[in-house]
Each structure stands twice: as C-alpha cells, then as structure tokens.
C-alpha cells in the first residue's frame, strides 16, 4: 500500500522548510526525500529543495516504504549479543515504548557496521512509521550510543508527526540520570550555553561558540556516594543538542562516570559504560491525546554500581518518578 500525505501551503516560503515544519521533521531529512522524487507540488514533481512556495500549494508526499537493512543478519537472536536485552516497556498500534541498552546505535548511518536498534525492529516485524527516510524508520527521537534507557518509536506517520510536534512545543521530554564526579555545589545548578562542534576536536560538541545553538539544561542533586565523591544527578533538557548533557557538564568541570570523550581525568572513577540512563519519558499518545509516562529500569551493570557505592535504601525513595518530576516543577 503506497503511504501519501497531503498538506495545503498557506503562506510563502521555502519547500523545504514547509515540509519540515508540516511533518515534523529536519530541513535536511526533507530533502533527501524531495531529492528522490517523493514530493509533488500541485501535481507535479519537484527534486529542488528550495523551490519557492506563493501560498495556496497543494504539496504531495510519498513516503519511502520500509527497506531491508544491509545489516540484516538471518539468525539476529545468536548473533547479536545485545538482541534480547531490549526491554519493551509499552506497546500499541501507534507507538511503542522501549529500554534501549548501552552500546546499541540507534540508526545506520555510513560509518556505522555493526546491527542498530532500527536493524532490531526490523527483524522483530515491528510495523514502523517511514517519515524519517530509509536508515531511520520509526525514530523520533535518538539517544547516543553508549546513553541507555526510555525511547518512543512511531509505528505509522501520524504517530510520528504527532510525536515529533510534541518535541518541538516540548509537551515530550525525558529525565535523565546520571552518576557525575565531582559533585554539584548546589541544589538545582542550571546551565544555558550555546553548543557547536568543536573545532579542536570534531568528535566533540563544545559550550559558548558564535555558531552554536542555544541549549539549557537543568541538574539536579539526588544523592552523594558513601564516600561522598560521586552524585548521583537528574538532568532536565529543555532543548536537544548533541551530547548536551555531557557538554554542559563539562562546562564547569563535572563529568559523568565512565565518559571516555569529555572525562580525561587521571583519577576518573573507572566504569565499563558511561552512567547515563534516560530514566523517565513523557508524552501525550497520538490517538487518545491521554499524558503518558513510562520509567526505564537500569540494567544490571549500572545496577551494580549504584548498590556498590551508594546506600541504596535512601536512594531508591530519592529516585523515585514523582519526586524527580516534581523537583523540576517550579522551572519553565
């Protein structure tokens, strides 16, 4: 069956840019599809991402149907190690609500070989949305490689436009968890700093450049190691800047345990992981318009971590969802 959406221009502007805005998606993930021939504008078709709009279009899209990935794998459940550490936490015919481990990459993407968390959809036959183009089927929203924890996937295109909307007008968010040396000084410490790539180090993101965008974050204390050298923090993104958190952290010299890009510290507590977990997720589901919130449990390494060098009784009160959401409360 081919998927075509329609949607009606009203004011002048670039293609482009009315598609990114009336699918909830990148300028650059738009064109790609304008460049396949997948976009009409009254009928016609267009390859030009810049065609200039007067306000009146009817501009068609015809989304790209779902593709086997080159990384399909015939037995993905032996041969991938991490295949059956994927937690489903909610699922309907709309969206589905997953754990994402450590070390999983979520999309392909040309220097990427090994199997991602798209490949792992694929081949549990999961319906996906194909708004986001061939290598991103189904994904609204991403988390870094090494970061685990609650991720919504969009199993058809209204889902996705609906989730993607809520990203924008941020009604869709997450609290994080992080475990950072050294501690904070303050009770809630908020940090608003552009972010850019590093022209020092492009493997980086870095705070205060001219060409980046605004970025703001939020950190607050939960609770201090046994030994009072390591904090466990949650951290509220009020935009969604790559390696936001971990930038900003660095920013005043705090870094999260087991960060090998932006912790170089000599005497860095040592841990096979960067102890980063998006611990609760929110959103308002695309079909019954109800607020929705999920909580990722950790998994078993950073489980072990947190009962080998915090008192546990204490913390597991602390972490609770409705004391976390709560504390960010009085911010805007």
């Known amino acids: 069956m081919i998927n075509r959406q329609e949607y009606l221009c009203k004011n002048t502007q670039r293609l482009d840019t009315f598609l990114a805005e009336a699918i909830g998606q990148t300028r650059s993930q738009v064109a790609q599809l304008i460049k396949k021939s997948a976009v009409e504008v009254d009928g016609k078709s267009v390859t030009r991402p810049g065609v200039k709009l007067k ?3 009817k501009v068609t899209v015809t989304f790209p149907k779902l593709q086997e990935s080159e990384n399909e794998i015939k037995d993905f459940e032996t041969e991938v190690p991490w295949a059956n550490d994927v937690e489903i936490i909610y699922e309907d015919e709309d969206v589905l609500v997953i754990n994402k ?3 999983v990459t979520v999309h392909p993407a040309p220097s990427v070989k090994e199997p991602t968390l798209v490949d792992w959809l694929k081949h549990k036959g999961i319906r996906l949305s ?11 929203h991403r988390l870094d490689k090494g970061t685990s924890g609650a991720m919504v996937i969009a199993k058809n ?10 990203l924008q007008d941020k009604s869709m968010g997450r609290y994080y968890l992080a475990v950072i040396e050294p501690p904070l000084k303050e009770e809630m ?17 870095a705070c205060g450049l001219e ?6 974050t939020v950190f607050a204390h939960l609770a201090l190691s046994e030994d009072e050298k390591l904090e466990l923090i949650a951290c509220k993104l009020f935009t969604g800047r ?12 705090r870094h999260i345990v087991g960060d090998h890009i932006y912790a170089v510290q000599p005497r860095q507590e040592s841990s096979e992981r960067i102890l980063l977990h998006a ?39 602390i972490i609770n969802s409705d004391n976390i959401v709560r504390s960010f409360n009085t911010l805007s």
């Open 55 to 57: 306000g009146g279009e």
């Open 101 to 103: 481990p450590s070390g």
């Open 130 to 140: 194909t708004i986001s183009g061939e290598e991103r089927h189904g994904i609204v």
């Open 157 to 166: 295109n209204e889902a996705h436009e609906y989730l993607s909307a809520q």
């Open 189 to 205: 410490t908020e940090i608003e700093s552009n972010i850019g790539r590093s022209s020092h180090n492009r493997l980086k993101m």
């Open 211 to 216: 060409h980046g965008k605004y970025a703001k």
């Open 242 to 253: 790559t390696h936001q958190i971990r930038v900003h952290l660095e920013s005043f010299n």
């Open 279 to 317: 611990y609760i997720l929110y959103f308002i589901h695309p079909v019954t318009e109800s607020l929705m919130t999920f909580r990722a449990g950790f998994d078993s390494y950073m489980e072990t971590f947190l009962e080998k060098k915090f008192d546990m009784e204490k913390t597991d009160e």
